[in-house]
């Protein structure tokens, strides 16, 4: 039985003035690459990588040498609330597979491992995200930077997707670019660095939502992820996946349920008299969330370089009397097409 996060920590973890034998023996048993050193009161000292147990033996070190003088004390750590992208950023850009969780008092409570961070198992399915717009809404800002690549807290919108998506074990992905696509294809390069292999389907001209899916290199053979370029989202992808596979569907749209509060009181009249008044009601639709699951025979049916709109594609199926299912999505949403919507991606007013 493969071991549990806590075990493989566990195992990996010694204790200061350990031998150069117990951190060889903690490397094993672990599996983690790292060994772990901690003082008596399980504050994180540092850490001792199978590299800095070799050059050890280099110098003259025996199995039985204390591993004090070989620890790593300027590791890097993040806090048990660090979230995912923020490890997986800290792992890419120091090129480092493991970083150690510690809490306000430097007490070891965790590890994250490349592995974990980037999630399991791996899907079969492939991802489209749509990231061709120009985002005239909220120029200036794309003058020069296409809209999917704005950055909210730090990281650029569409960084945000791809990485949500190979969290979510999806290892393919397309990129569908037209507008200052070059941007796109600078930052994300072939999708290594991100976990992921990444593609890009370079329209001719604009091809709506949905045209792009006619320049895939080959048809899908699973039901194929599609989303928006400019959505700020925390949906999960896997169970809206598993969901459409276990209904047996043509499609399946993501849905968020939208409220908007009347300004006024509203009166219903009947036979010219007032029935009844409600101040300021609260109406609640459900809107389409930017997100698809296609399955491979429709995604077939997309005409080479003609534009399409995904909703036209969605309401083909029903047309045809395909079943088209609804997954609520309940997690963090916000689709940043205008100013005031990007300020609150961002945590701030318009």
């Known amino acids: ?54 050059r050890a033996l280099l110098r003259g070190a025996t199995l039985d040498t204390s591993i004090d003088g070989f620890v790593n004390a300027r590791f890097v750590s993040v806090g048990p609330a660090a979230a995912r992208t923020e490890v997986l950023d800290q792992m890419q850009a120091r090129r480092i597979g493991q970083i150690p969780i510690v809490d306000d008092d430097g007490t070891l409570v965790g590890l994250h491992l490349m592995h974990d961070v980037l999630g399991t ?32 807290a730090g990281r650029p919108i569409l960084e945000r997707l791809v990485l949500h998506a190979v969290g979510f074990g999806i290892r393919r992905l397309f990129l569908a670019i037209n507008y200052l696509g070059s941007v796109v294809e600078e930052h994300f390069g072939d999708g290594a660095r991100f976990g992921c292999r990444i593609e890009y389907l370079r329209e001719p001209r604009a091809l709506g939502t949905g045209g792009a899916l006619s320049l895939l290199p080959e048809p899908a053979r699973e039901p194929l992820l599609v989303m928006n370029g400019d959505l700020v989202t925390q949906a999960n992808l896997g169970a809206m996946l598993d969901a459409h596979a276990h209904g ?37 639709r459900l809107v389409n969330a930017g997100i698809y699951v296609l399955g491979p025979q429709v995604v077939g049916r997309v005409v080479r370089d003609t534009e399409l709109a995904l909703p036209s594609l969605l309401d083909d199926c029903l047309q045809r009397g395909e079943s088209v299912s609804a997954f609520e999505i309940e997690d963090d949403w916000i689709d940043v097409g205008q100013r005031e919507q990007l300020a609150q991606a961002r945590g701030r007013s318009a």
């Not at 399915?125 to 003058?143: C, D, F, H, Q, S």
């Not at 300004?263 to 609260?282: D, H, L, Q, W, Y």
């Open 1 to 54: 039985m493969p071991l549990t996060r806590a075990e493989r920590m566990q195992l990996s973890t010694v204790r200061a003035g350990a031998t150069l034998r117990d951190a060889m023996l903690a490397l094993e048993s672990g599996g983690t690459e790292v060994t772990l050193v901690v003082g008596g009161d399980r504050q994180l000292v540092g850490i001792v990588t199978d590299g800095d147990l070799r």
């Open 121 to 152: 198992p791996e899907r079969a399915n492939w991802a489209v995200i749509m990231a061709g717009g120009r985002g005239t809404r909220l120029a200036p800002l794309t003058e020069n930077v296409p809209k999917p690549m704005l950055r909210v």
């Open 248 to 284: 047996g569907h043509a499609a399946t749209l993501g849905v968020r349920r939208y409220f908007h509060t009347v300004p006024f009181g509203c009166v219903e009249i009947e036979s010219g008299r007032v029935r009844a008044m409600e101040e300021k009601p609260t109406l609640t």
